[in-house]
C-alpha cells in the first residue's frame, strides 16, 4: 500500500527533529534526512520548497506536539499540582539533547523572522497554560492573585532564565536551587 502525501509529509518532518535532536539543526543536511528515510531528495522537495521552509514546519510540529502532550499530561491536576509539574519539567538537571534543540531554536530565532515568528506562538501558547493554571488556582481559592497575566509573565521569566542556564551546564544541585528559588518566588507572589 502507498503511503499518502500527508503520512509521508509527516514522517519527513519527524525524521528531520529526530536528526535535530541527535546533531543539531545547523548540522542536519538533506543528504542525511533523506539517507535515514531511505527516500531521494526530490520527495524532500516535493512536499517542501526549501530546506528552511522543511526545518521551519518540522520545527513547529515538534514544539506544537510537545505543548499539546504536556497541556494533556496536566489534566487530572489540581491548579497547585500543574503549577509544579510545569516548573519541574522545565529545569533539566542532566544534559538532555531536546532541550538543547530548543536553545537552538532561539538562537535561530534571534536573527531569522520566521523562527521569531514561531516563537512567538509558541511563547503566546506556553504563556497562556502559566495564567490558565494561575486563574483556575484563583478560581477554586487555592492561588491568591490580582493581575495574573502579569505574575505569570514573571513566573515565566525566571523558569525561563533558569531553563537557559541549566541547559548549558545542567547538573542536580543547580535544578534544586533553581526550583528552591521558585517555589519562593510563587509563595511570595501567589499566597
Given at each position: 500500500?502507498?503511503?499518502?502525501?500527508?503520512?509521508?509529509?509527516?514522517?519527513?518532518?519527524?525524521?528531520?527533529?529526530?536528526?535535530?535532536i541527535?546533531?543539531?539543526?545547523?548540522?542536519?543536511?538533506t543528504r542525511?534526512?533523506?539517507?535515514?528515510m531511505g527516500?531521494?531528495?526530490?520527495?524532500?522537495?516535493?512536499y517542501?520548497?526549501?530546506?528552511?521552509?522543511?526545518c521551519?514546519?518540522a520545527l513547529?510540529?515538534?514544539?506544537?506536539?510537545?505543548?499539546e502532550t504536556?497541556?494533556d499530561?496536566?489534566k487530572?491536576?489540581?491548579?497547585?499540582?500543574?503549577?509544579a509539574?510545569?516548573?519541574?519539567?522545565?529545569?533539566?538537571?542532566?544534559?538532555?539533547?531536546t532541550?538543547?534543540?530548543?536553545?537552538?531554536?532561539?538562537?535561530?530565532?534571534?536573527?531569522?523572522e520566521?523562527y521569531?515568528?514561531?516563537a512567538?506562538?509558541?511563547?503566546d501558547?506556553?504563556?497562556g497554560?502559566?495564567?490558565a493554571?494561575?486563574?483556575?488556582g484563583?478560581t477554586?481559592?487555592?492561588?491568591q492573585?490580582i493581575n495574573v497575566?502579569?505574575?505569570a509573565?514573571?513566573?515565566?521569566?525566571?523558569?525561563n532564565?533558569?531553563a537557559?542556564?541549566?541547559?548549558?551546564n545542567?547538573?542536580?544541585?543547580?535544578a534544586r536551587?533553581?526550583?528552591?528559588?521558585?517555589?519562593?518566588?510563587?509563595?511570595?507572589v501567589?499566597?
Amino acid at each position: 500500500m502507498k503511503e499518502s502525501a500527508e503520512a509521508l509529509s509527516t514522517r519527513i518532518l519527524d525524521a528531520a527533529i529526530v536528526l535535530f535532536i541527535e546533531k543539531g539543526i545547523e548540522k542536519v543536511t538533506t543528504r542525511e534526512l533523506t539517507e535515514s528515510m531511505g527516500i531521494s531528495r526530490s520527495h524532500i522537495y516535493h512536499y517542501f520548497s526549501n530546506w528552511q521552509t522543511l526545518c521551519l514546519a518540522a520545527l513547529e510540529r515538534f514544539m506544537q506536539v510537545d505543548y499539546e502532550t504536556f497541556a494533556d499530561s496536566l489534566k487530572m491536576l489540581t491548579p497547585r499540582q500543574r503549577l509544579a509539574t510545569l516548573i519541574e519539567s522545565h529545569l533539566p538537571s542532566a544534559p538532555d539533547a531536546t532541550w538543547q534543540l530548543y536553545a537552538s531554536f532561539w538562537q535561530t530565532a534571534a536573527h531569522n523572522e520566521a523562527y521569531a515568528a514561531l516563537a512567538d506562538e509558541m511563547t503566546d501558547a506556553w504563556q497562556g497554560l502559566m495564567e490558565a493554571i494561575i486563574r483556575d488556582g484563583v478560581t477554586d481559592g487555592t492561588l491568591q492573585c490580582i493581575n495574573v497575566p502579569r505574575t505569570a509573565r514573571q513566573i515565566s521569566a525566571m523558569l525561563n532564565g533558569y531553563a537557559d542556564l541549566l541547559t548549558i551546564n545542567p547538573s542536580e544541585k543547580k535544578a534544586r536551587e533553581a526550583l528552591a528559588d521558585l517555589n519562593q518566588f510563587i509563595d511570595a507572589v501567589l499566597s
